[in-house]
């Protein structure tokens, strides 16, 4: 064990320490203050220190030991000259640990440090099992996040695999789902910075990253003949293309009965049902209006309305970006809410980087109708 002798009383110190020397190492120091500048390079495991220094009170010095960043394995016995009990409670108090009466009897002191290094010892021990097993805790922890994040990577790219083969079944939807992904978070983020909304977190933010290409994976239970009829659509059919929404939903809403309550889930639900109404109440199929629509499906609508306007499909011919802006702009209050639309308006250069990025090769319409789409 290191031991630091602190008292400037040299004659009777020199014969302690070298009593000492032959089971530990032992460093003299005449103050307080010498003991203090050298603590972290000689790092004593036990102090033996004099009830009275020339330039602190032994309170003062305790105090000072045990703020140290090596107070709590620091020990410290005081050379106590009185007596008296309410003395030495006095030390404890300060933060002394042991005490031994002077004269000092040094078979007596041996003993009490053999005592104190076994404390210590016990010490290190329970410090070294804190250390290790908070070691164990972190990679513990470290595993968790890195399965974890494993499993959602892994569970994000099956359900865009299974959205994407539910919409290979449109003829002509190209890079439709990255672009929606992309494009509602945009939108999100750029709400999440204005604060608009207190629902939006950055969990919301990657929830609807993940579940927004599922919002038309309801057009897998649409017969082939309305998904890629190069036409209009007659009033039957179209009724029977809005069940999407709520098949979508209902798909969904069993996927989470039987895998158990996720956000990310709860939301593809929301998107799924409701990103066809309107913020008027003139959409489908609940005809909810206003705050009543799911956020996650307001958001969607307007860049699901964008996309599809800007993009070619079997029945019409893409419109140029800018010209979609001002009918969105058009729409607020009517189809869509103002904040997201003005969200839309501010990020419209993002929305540019994102459509030129994955831009389909277009095809042309057999039977071309401008800007008619049933929806809108």
Not at 2 to 29: C, F, G, K, Y
Not at 43 to 54: A, E, G, R, T, W
Not at 188 to 199: I, V
Request: hydrophobic share 40%.
């Amino acid at each position: 064990m290191r031991i630091t002798i602190v008292d400037n009383t040299l004659n009777s110190n020199e014969q302690i320490a070298d009593t000492l020397r032959s089971e530990h190492q032992v460093m003299l120091v005449e103050t307080g203050k010498e003991c203090l500048r050298q603590l972290v390079n000689f790092s004593p495991d036990i102090l033996l220190v004099n009830d009275v220094l020339p330039d602190m009170s032994v309170e003062e010095f305790c105090r000072e030991i045990k703020d140290s960043p090596l107070g709590d394995f620091t020990l410290i016995m005081v050379l106590c000259s009185d007596a008296k009990v309410e003395t030495r409670l006095h030390y404890y108090d300060c933060g002394a640990d042991d005490y031994i009466l002077k004269p000092i009897h040094l078979g007596e002191l041996q003993e009490k440090l053999r005592a104190m290094t076994r404390s210590r010892q016990q010490l290190e021990k329970l410090w070294l099992a804190h250390f290790y097993t908070n070691q164990q805790h972190d990679r513990m922890k470290d595993l968790i996040r890195e399965k974890s994040e494993e499993i959602e990577s892994t569970r994000n790219m099956t359900v865009f695999v299974i959205a994407k083969l539910a919409e290979s079944r449109v003829p002509g939807m190209g890079q439709h789902l990255e672009r929606i992904r992309d494009y509602s978070h945009v939108l999100a983020e750029e709400l999440y910075r204005q604060g608009t909304f207190p629902e939006i977190d950055r969990k919301f933010i990657d929830d609807i990253y993940n579940a927004s290409p599922l919002h038309d994976i309801g057009k897998i239970a649409i017969s082939d003949h309305i998904l890629g009829k190069p036409g209009k659509l007659t009033r039957e059919e179209f009724e029977i293309m809005k069940q999407h929404s709520e098949i979508g939903a209902q798909t969904l809403q069993s996927a989470m009965l039987h895998a158990g309550y996720s956000s990310f889930l709860a939301m593809s639900v929301d998107i799924a049902r409701h990103h066809h109404e309107r913020f008027d109440g003139a959409g489908y199929p609940d005809g909810l209006s206003g705050f009543d629509i799911p956020l996650s499906a307001q958001i969607v609508s307007v860049v699901d309305v964008f996309d599809a306007l800007t993009s070619h499909r079997v029945y019409k011919k893409a419109i140029p970006p800018d010209v979609v802006k001002l009918m969105i702009e058009q729409h607020v209050g009517h189809r869509f809410n103002p904040a997201i639309v003005h969200a839309f308006s501010c990020h419209f250069d993002d929305f540019m980087d994102i459509f030129f990025a994955n831009r389909d090769v277009p095809a042309e319409p057999e039977n071309p109708t401008e800007t008619h789409l049933e929806w809108w």
